[in-house]
């Protein structure tokens, strides 16, 4: 069994910061990339940034030079610094985990049950 577990979401004001964490736990043998997506009402999923295994970093346009991601692999954490927040960050923030549970698994995609951003103008 493997979960991912977000946390740091909340209300803030625009302009504001917040920091979410996913903690991947359970039984893992390795963890590839992980990613944060977001989701707002009416809305499709997006990919808001990822990390992999290395260290190497992707974002999103809309929030690039704002947010930054990081990961502790002796904690199996993923996190999200969100700096300088807007209304339209707004949204459930959902943690992904690309991982395999052993030597002879093959990778899968685990998801996080989301945490709710509000921003408010």
């Known amino acids: 069994q493997v979960q991912l577990v977000e946390s740091g979401g909340g209300l803030v004001q625009a302009g504001g910061s917040l920091r979410l964490s996913c903690a991947a736990s359970?039984?893992?043998?390795?963890?590839?990339?992980m990613h944060w997506y977001r989701q707002a009402p009416g809305k499709q999923r997006e990919l808001v940034a990822v990390?992999?295994?290395?260290?190497?970093?992707n974002y999103a346009d809309s929030v690039k030079g704002r947010f930054t991601i990081s990961r502790d692999n002796a904690k199996n954490t993923v996190y999200l610094q969100m700096n300088s927040l807007k209304p339209e960050d707004t949204a459930v923030y959902y943690c992904?985990?690309?991982?395999?549970?052993?030597?002879?698994?093959?990778?899968?995609?685990?998801w996080g049950q989301g945490t709710q951003v509000t921003v408010s103008s």
């Open positions: 359970g039984s893992i043998f390795s963890i590839n990339a």
């Open positions: 990390i992999t295994s290395g260290g190497n970093r």
């Open positions: 992904n985990g690309v991982l395999r549970r052993s030597a002879s698994d093959y990778f899968h995609n685990y």
